[in-house]
């Protein structure tokens, strides 16, 4: 027997124990005076503030307090609506001992000091920020703390443990006497970094824990709030983009003349593949596009469609895959089994429809080239546009902004790159916008997904054996080889291999299978959001064939996961789960344990005499672990839960004639305030290692949906999105 | 040369007349807190009062805001309903993301200078064409309720 257990993707959740595994502890004085801590690898001094861009020194650290007292941490993870710039500066807060209200926030350049541990690059995604940062911007603060607290003993000639840090100062206690931070920064910055330094334990937190203002909504509610799209430079030019519609296709004309007759429009800048038109405003860049009227040679997909794409896909699926897990012989207790019960499940491609369109701002000067963007990657887009551009990585500054939604989208820098070979042929400064048809008909997709699965049942329903084959593109393959281990994709099998039923035998593989010419990437929750639905779907279905409540069945599948049967408990408790509803509604509900988080939800609907399905209430219980701010928590539960409803109700990209067939919110629907049902979230309190809060929201309600449209209607949804399906059972 | 009362100031622009107001206003005037998001009048993100009334800024020729007041997310908070609603915000931490609250507030703001106390019809009417991928929908609903002094019984 062979087991090969794939624990959950691309993390190790086990690092938060050793924190410093990768990381040492820097402290230099910093240039103008003061304290500046760093934690990682050594400065860089070339690299710059993406803020102040005029500062006089580089930040290579989490953390600066200068002469005056001013705080300012710096953010390894870019903000993107998931709160990390108010739960990483509590993270530092508490240890500190300041005001996190009063600390000023940067984002962070690229750098080695900024990579997240659990994933070796710099990123902010797989909802990790908390995950991979709640012990070393804990141990930063607490560094800084006893440094600033030796500081004033040193100065007042008394035992350090007679001192006290407190909002922002040190206090001798047996005198009273009081010293800010600032007073003891360039002393503190003298000083050897301590070895080690006790953190406080989760009960005597004080910030953590607790409900906390976000740091940046004010910025956010009067416009003020910079994202990469509000870029304005002195005598920067706007550009449109226009790519070949169908994927491969080529360029072949561009009616430069009427392009160029737009007032406002000051070039058109050709590639093989593309157009943009160069202006003084937007609006030029736009009606010049179509004045342009660019002509494309289809090129080798012109007659590809989502049809071929599902063909082959379901061809793949049938050969055998790479075995992620094997317990047992599955093969052989399906076979033998009173009987079988199969089905195959369809997951589409999806778009991710960030609010801010795809944007980059570029100035290519004679020394490198600027860029402001917002991104989740900073150094994977900086060595990206290094290997365009041959500049070295001192010459690439990038400019990170406030994300307009990520969602995966911006863990790609194919925005960056192009915006870059424009700006190559472009003098000055020049802001390119992907107008919205484009964003979506130029996304890089979430994959579609053909999953075969069968389980083998004994005479009165007990299940047996299980078998799940998965089928799709790896992103992983392309993004980044080295994740690929024992010929295992752990994204493209997470949430399935790891699935957390206890029976008999099981069995999963992975056949890679990728859509010709379709470029396709990472999108909310991965692979446990597609995990999640099939494995979750077909427990439902493996239920309702033994006649057994899916709650029941769930649970008693479950006895080595207490975590889980806590929150799927407390959910059908919550949610009345049980109780009769009217004929036309019905209750489902699923687990997801995904991002070190256990989630469990209920989703209520009603399915009208048309077979539109509303879902109307939702319940989600979330175990995370430690609590570093729980109203974002629950916000992220919230935002979580719609994203996905809509992906499930609506979410689909179509190919036809080898191009997407949705161009904008008119036809790639999307939840609107009309659409949302109540939504009812409760936290368990637990001091297991902190979870992710970002995606497992998204991964979970989607099969608690289309299991509560089979409870109201008795039409099971094996293929997303809804749609029009219940419309046969209604 | 068009003249345009922008936030109570009068601004002498030379742009063409059928040029969106999202782009005059972001782009010539370099006023970014109004947002561009579809350019179809789809979600909302764009929104700005012209003369009190939501408007959908990516659709709106400049030659229609001749001689009429607008008002942006940037000036928006100097309005009774402005203010109050941008303090719920703050209240209920509604926005995630923030790059279609610009939009929201806008639109939340012209219910309740309307509608002093909007019910949950009121708020879908109001609201539905503002799309929020975030989905902060919950905390909307719930923060133009509180800046109307609205209790969950009462709609």
Redesign the interface.
């Known amino acids: 027997m062979r087991r090969c257990e794939v624990k959950t993707t691309l993390i190790e959740t086990q690092d938060l124990a050793s924190p410093s595994r990768r990381y040492f502890l820097t402290a230099t004085s910093a240039i103008g005076g003061g304290l500046l801590l760093g934690l990682g690898l050594p400065a860089r001094p070339e690299v710059r503030d993406t803020l102040t861009t005029d500062a006089p020194f580089a930040p290579n650290a989490f953390l600066r307090i200068d002469r005056a007292g001013k705080v300012t941490f710096v953010m390894p993870m870019i903000e993107m609506g998931e709160g990390t710039y108010t739960s990483l500066p509590m993270l530092i807060a508490e240890e500190l001992e300041v005001d996190v209200d009063k600390v000023a926030l940067e984002h962070s350049p690229p750098a080695d000091a900024y990579i997240n541990p659990l994933v070796g690059v710099q990123m902010t995604g797989a909802s990790t920020a908390i995950r991979s940062m709640y012990v070393p911007l804990r141990r930063a603060g607490a560094t800084a703390r006893v440094m600033l607290v030796t500081a004033a003993a040193q100065r007042w000639k008394v035992d350090p443990s007679s001192c006290r840090a407190e909002n922002g100062m040190v206090v001798h206690a047996p005198t009273g006497r009081k010293l800010g931070y600032g007073a003891l920064a360039d002393a503190a910055g003298k000083l050897p970094v301590p070895d080690k330094v006790a953190l406080k334990e989760p009960g005597d937190f004080k910030l953590v824990g607790t409900p906390h203002r976000r740091l940046d909504t004010a910025g956010k509610v009067d416009g003020s709030a910079k994202f990469g799209i509000d870029t304005r430079l002195p005598g920067m030019k706007f550009a449109v983009v226009a790519q070949s519609p169908t994927f491969g296709g080529k360029l072949v004309g561009v009616d430069q003349a009427k392009a160029k007759a737009v007032s406002g429009v000051t070039q058109v800048v050709r590639f093989d593949d593309a157009v943009a038109i160069v202006a003084t405003h937007t609006w030029a860049a736009k009606q010049g596009l179509a004045a342009a009227a660019p002509q494309w040679n289809a090129g080798p997909n012109a007659n590809l469609s989502t049809v071929d794409i599902v063909d082959q896909l379901a061809r793949a699926s049938e050969k055998p895959g790479a075995v992620a897990r094997q317990d047992g012989d599955a093969a052989a207790a399906i076979a033998g089994a009173a009987r079988k019960i199969e089905a195959v499940y369809e997951q589409p491609f999806l778009a991710h429809a960030t609010m801010e369109p795809m944007n980059c701002t570029v100035h290519m000067t004679k020394d490198g080239c600027d860029i402001w963007v917002g991104t989740q990657v900073p150094g994977l887009t900086q060595a990206a546009i290094m290997k365009l551009t041959g500049l070295s990585r001192e010459q690439v500054r990038i400019h990170n902004h406030l994300l307009g939604g990520g969602f995966g989208r911006r863990l790609e820098s194919d925005g960056t790159v192009r915006a870059v070979q424009i700006a190559q042929q472009v003098q000055g400064p020049v802001q390119v916008i992907w107008t919205r048809e484009e964003d979506i008909q130029h996304d890089m997709y979430r994959p579609y997904y053909y999953d075969r699965i069968s389980a083998g049942v004994d005479a009165h329903g007990k299940l047996l054996a299980w078998s799940h084959r998965i089928t799709g593109s790896s992103i992983v393959a392309r993004y980044n080889p080295a994740w690929i281990k024992d010929g295992i994709d752990p994204d493209a099998v997470d949430g399935s291999a790891d699935q957390p039923y206890e029976f008999g035998a099981v069995q999963v593989d992975w056949v890679r299978q990728e859509p010709p010419g379709i470029p396709t990437t990472w999108w909310r929750g991965v692979g446990v959001t597609r995990g999640t639905f099939v494995v979750e779907s077909f427990v439902d279905e493996l239920a309702a064939d033994a006649k057994v409540d899916p709650l029941a069945y769930r649970i008693a599948l479950l006895d080595k996961k207490p975590r889980a049967k806590t929150v799927l408990q407390i959910a059908a408790e919550r949610s009345g789960w049980g109780k009769p509803l009217p004929a036309g509604q019905g209750r489902g509900i699923a687990l997801c344990i995904g991002f070190g988080s256990f989630v469990a939800q209920v989703v209520q609907v009603s399915v009208d005499n048309q077979g539109v399905v509303k879902p109307t209430r939702v319940w989600c219980v979330v175990d995370c672990g430690v609590q570093v701010n729980p109203d974002t928590i629950r916000a992220q539960m919230e935002s979580g839960i719609v994203f996905g409803l809509s992906a499930a109700l609506y979410g689909e990209i179509t190919i036809k004639d080898g191009r997407v067939e949705q161009t904008n919110f008119g036809d790639y629907r999307v939840l609107r305030i009309n659409d949302v049902p109540q939504i009812d979230v409760s936290l368990v309190k637990s001091l297991a290692a902190p979870g992710g809060i970002g995606e497992p929201g998204t991964s979970c309600v989607m099969p608690a949906l289309t299991n509560a449209v089979y409870a109201a209607t008795g039409k099971r949804i094996r293929k997303l999105p809804i749609a029009n399906q219940a419309r046969v059972a209604a | 040369m068009i003249t345009l009362n922008v936030n109570g100031k009068p601004r002498n622009l030379d ?2 007349d059928d ?2 107001l999202l ?2 206003l ?3 005037l ?11 009048g ?2 909302g ?1 764009c929104t700005i009062h012209i003369d009190g009334q939501p408007t959908r800024s990516c659709i709106t020729p400049v030659s229609a805001a001749a001689g009429k007041r607008i008002t ?3 000036a928006i ?1 100097a309005t009774p309903a402005g203010k109050r609603i ?1 303090a719920a ?2 209240a209920l ?10 939009g929201q ?1 806008m639109s939340a703001s012209a219910l309740l200078a309307s509608k002093a106390k909007p019910g949950n019809q009121d ?2 009417n109001a ?15 719930a923060a133009i309720k509180r800046a109307a002094g609205v209790k969950d019984a009462e709609v």
């Open positions: 742009v063409p040029m969106p782009w005059t972001r782009d010539v370099a006023m970014t807190g109004t947002k561009f998001g579809c350019g179809m789809l979600c993100a942006t997310i940037e908070g941008q915000w703050l931490d509604v926005p995630q993301c923030g790059y279609c609250q610009s507030i708020i879908d609201m539905a064409g503002n799309i929020c991928r975030c989905g902060t929908y919950p905390r909307i609903r």
